[in-house]
């Protein structure tokens, strides 16, 4: 077949190096039959070899992209909050696919992998939420400055899950509690010894807090909790009412503001939570720790 680049020669079979950018990384296809001009050098492929080329492409992405577990597909049908017909609508599949990989009867086919990931790399947020990966990293890095702000547990919980755009009801699905728990929780609606100790170790575990670092939010949630069961104490604290006697914005939550921030750094100093709970805490996160990942163990804060 004659060049249609210059028109001087005709194709010639040959061989190439195809390069390509997959998942953010380049590779190269090595070897891949082409035509080739002997005049100006001009590649082109015939639909055969495109037809190859796709295969090899294909086989690259699938490789790319490890096949999902069962908990990370139950936590994107929950990110959508859709119900199986729903999601199985969406991806054009049987009603039963979906749930037999939920429930880990089989793996995922490699095509649908891969269709499932492109879905989750369209949704805002949806990887820090489903892989643990992006998780830890997103934490690993919130860590760096939290730790270091004298907060209460409470505040801990929901300026971290801002700044990694950690999902609520997916963090207290995670942890095995009700999404209003979680915000109790978190708005510091709780002294930390109401709260069981089993679930306060597996919220540290979650965040990546050790227990050294832990017991200086517990015992600021603790002052919060005392100050906020004395009302009179409170008040006198946050001058809850100007000139004019009307009250200042409530929070989101709608509960009392919290500690003014040059009395938090005195927590640390002063435990205010029981010995007994604190062992309790520390047992139960010692046992989550000794089985966790390698990978987790090494992004603890100090």
């Given at each position: 077949m004659m060049c249609t680049n210059c028109f001087a020669a005709d194709y010639q079979r040959a061989s190439t190096d195809l390069h390509l950018k997959i998942g953010g990384k380049d590779h190269v296809l090595?070897?891949?039959?082409?035509?080739?001009?002997?005049?100006?050098g001009e590649v082109t492929f015939t639909q055969a070899q495109s037809l190859e080329i796709d295969k090899r492409r294909i086989a690259l992405e699938f490789g790319a992209k490890p096949l999902l577990a069962p908990?990370?597909?139950?936590?994107?049908?929950?990110?959508?909050?859709?119900n199986l017909n729903e999601i199985c609508d969406l991806l054009h599949i049987g009603r039963n696919s979906y749930?037999?990989?939920?429930?880990g009867?089989?793996?995922?086919t490699p095509s649908m992998n891969l269709l499932v990931h492109n879905l989750i790399e369209r949704i805002l947020d949806a990887p820090v939420n489903i892989f643990e990966r992006e998780r830890l990293a997103a934490i690993e890095q919130a860590n760096t400055t939290l730790i270091k702000k004298g907060l209460s547990f409470g505040e801990y919980l929901r300026e971290v899950t801002v700044l990694t755009k950690l999902i609520p009801d997916i963090v207290s699905n995670s942890?095995?509690?009700l999404p209003s728990e979680?915000?109790?929780i978190e708005h510091n609606e709780l002294a930390p010894e109401h709260i069981p100790h089993e679930v306060t170790a597996k919220l540290a575990h979650y965040f990546?807090?050790?227990f050294d670092v832990l017991l200086p939010l517990l015992n600021g949630m603790q002052e919060v909790a005392r100050m906020k069961a004395s009302s009179g104490a409170v008040h006198e604290i946050i001058s809850p009412y100007d000139g004019q006697g009307e009250a200042p914005p409530a929070n989101e939550s709608g509960a009392v503001p919290e500690m003014p921030a040059q009395q938090k750094m005195t927590w640390q100093d002063n435990p205010r939570i029981s010995e007994e709970y604190a062992a309790q805490v520390k047992a139960a996160l010692d046992r989550l720790e000794r089985h966790a990942p390698e990978q987790l163990k090494s992004r603890r804060p100090s």
């Amino acid at each position: 077949m004659m060049c249609t680049n210059c028109f001087a020669a005709d194709y010639q079979r040959a061989s190439t190096d195809l390069h390509l950018k997959i998942g953010g990384k380049d590779h190269v296809l090595r070897g891949i039959d082409c035509e080739t001009c002997p005049a100006c050098g001009e590649v082109t492929f015939t639909q055969a070899q495109s037809l190859e080329i796709d295969k090899r492409r294909i086989a690259l992405e699938f490789g790319a992209k490890p096949l999902l577990a069962p908990v990370e597909l139950k936590t994107l049908r929950r990110m959508l909050n859709m119900n199986l017909n729903e999601i199985c609508d969406l991806l054009h599949i049987g009603r039963n696919s979906y749930g037999r990989w939920e429930r880990g009867e089989v793996e995922i086919t490699p095509s649908m992998n891969l269709l499932v990931h492109n879905l989750i790399e369209r949704i805002l947020d949806a990887p820090v939420n489903i892989f643990e990966r992006e998780r830890l990293a997103a934490i690993e890095q919130a860590n760096t400055t939290l730790i270091k702000k004298g907060l209460s547990f409470g505040e801990y919980l929901r300026e971290v899950t801002v700044l990694t755009k950690l999902i609520p009801d997916i963090v207290s699905n995670s942890i095995g509690i009700l999404p209003s728990e979680f915000t109790r929780i978190e708005h510091n609606e709780l002294a930390p010894e109401h709260i069981p100790h089993e679930v306060t170790a597996k919220l540290a575990h979650y965040f990546g807090l050790t227990f050294d670092v832990l017991l200086p939010l517990l015992n600021g949630m603790q002052e919060v909790a005392r100050m906020k069961a004395s009302s009179g104490a409170v008040h006198e604290i946050i001058s809850p009412y100007d000139g004019q006697g009307e009250a200042p914005p409530a929070n989101e939550s709608g509960a009392v503001p919290e500690m003014p921030a040059q009395q938090k750094m005195t927590w640390q100093d002063n435990p205010r939570i029981s010995e007994e709970y604190a062992a309790q805490v520390k047992a139960a996160l010692d046992r989550l720790e000794r089985h966790a990942p390698e990978q987790l163990k090494s992004r603890r804060p100090s």
